[in-house]
């Protein structure tokens, strides 16, 4: 057998790759010539010679070693300065908005070549991560421009539904009044004026997310805006086994905000809670605090059905909703105007077991509202 035919070939077409030389090395070579230079005039100082030999040899030794100085000086300027000086120019135009600076040294085979290969390749993911982001704005603003057009037709159709829908009301109303006691049209009546009651409500909350109102913000106690939702949510849950129980601060709650629109928030997100108790007593639990004397937290929580998880991350979205009468839109208008008072809401809940919402509102507007 073939000793050489044993021995591991390279795969036919590929390139040799290039012999890595780190950029300390190259500039060490010539401070390497130098010792060397200088340890060879030692020896020759040294040596046993003519004194005109050894001064002529002594000469060329000197000039030997400012020419490789002069040659390190080169080195120092081509190997390292004129990359740094290139890389801070190049920077200095990504600074400015330019993404497609590149250096010219990043084919290079040492640390600075690396530098240069990363370099490129991070301006190079910029690019690319420009370009998706003005996609999807540009997604966006067209979908924002959609989402507007149908706003403008829906809060024009509540407007042309709402005048009809009073009249309507109106008449209901005289008709159940004329009406003997005994006659059963009056039951038939009432049934019908609630659902116009629901229908108009829905239609104010249409034109209220079509529409959004600028908080009217001022400095109120937020206990009594809590109190004041409690109580409408307790007349809606005297016909059922539920007990809402409240827990306010013990001392004025301060807070600078739109009483109606948290109002409208707390309201909701109890009648909403009221209704996520299905069958047999339950309980209604609405706490006021004061967190680290800058923001005030409001937490709702019941002992209903709950949210299942997959249905978690969508109820803030418009019209999704978990109740057959509901229209979805409760939540994310509580949701808008929560974040127009510069807070936020969270929420917990797990099946069977209930759920928690806490509303969080900074104590001082820092976003002045006209």
Do not use: C, Y
């Amino acid at each position: 057998m073939d000793v050489r035919n044993s021995q591991t070939a390279a795969p036919a077409g590929t390139k040799k790759r290039p012999v890595r030389v780190n950029w300390q090395l190259k500039t060490l070579l010539p401070v390497i010539a130098v010792l060397l230079n200088g340890i060879l005039l030692f020896i020759l100082a040294s040596v046993s010679i003519e004194q005109g030999e050894r001064r002529l040899l002594l000469m060329v030794a000197a000039a030997g070693g400012l020419a490789i100085l002069a040659v390190l000086l080169v080195t120092l300027a081509v190997v390292v300065r004129r990359p740094m000086l290139e890389l801070e120019e190049k920077i200095q135009r990504v600074r400015d908005g330019d993404l497609s600076a590149e250096v010219s040294f990043a084919d290079r085979r040492d640390d600075i070549g690396d530098l240069g290969r990363n370099f490129n390749s991070m301006v190079r993911r910029l690019r690319e991560s420009l370009a998706e982001i003005e996609r999807l704005h540009n997604t966006q603003m067209s979908r924002a421009e959609h989402l507007a057009t149908i706003g403008e037709l829906a809060a024009g159709l509540a407007h042309e539904i709402r005048n009809p829908l009073a009249g309507l009301a109106g008449v209901m109303d005289i008709v159940r009044r004329d009406l003997p006691a005994s006659s059963p049209v009056r039951e038939v009546l009432s049934d019908a004026r609630e659902e116009v009651t629901r229908i108009n409500r829905t239609l104010n909350d249409l034109l209220e997310t079509a529409r959004p109102r600028t908080p009217s913000v001022q400095l109120a106690d937020l206990n009594a805006t809590v109190e004041h939702a409690v109580i409408f949510a307790r007349q809606n849950a005297l016909s059922k086994p539920i007990h809402i129980d409240l827990e306010k601060t013990a001392h004025r709650l301060l807070v600078e905000h739109d009483t109606s629109q948290i109002h409208q928030v707390l309201l909701n997100l109890t009648l909403n809670a009221i209704q996520a108790i299905e069958n047999g007593e339950g309980l209604v639990r609405v706490t006021v605090a004061e967190r680290n004397g800058a923001s005030a937290v409001v937490t709702i929580t019941d002992t209903g059905r709950g949210i299942s998880p997959e249905d978690l991350p969508s109820i803030f979205r418009p019209f999704f909703t978990t109740k057959g009468h509901g229209t979805g839109l409760g939540l994310p208008l509580a949701k808008r105007i929560v974040e127009d008072h510069g807070g936020h809401i969270n929420v917990e809940s797990a099946v069977d077991r209930g759920s928690t919402f806490t509303v969080i509102l900074p104590l001082r507007q820092t976003v002045q509202h006209p």
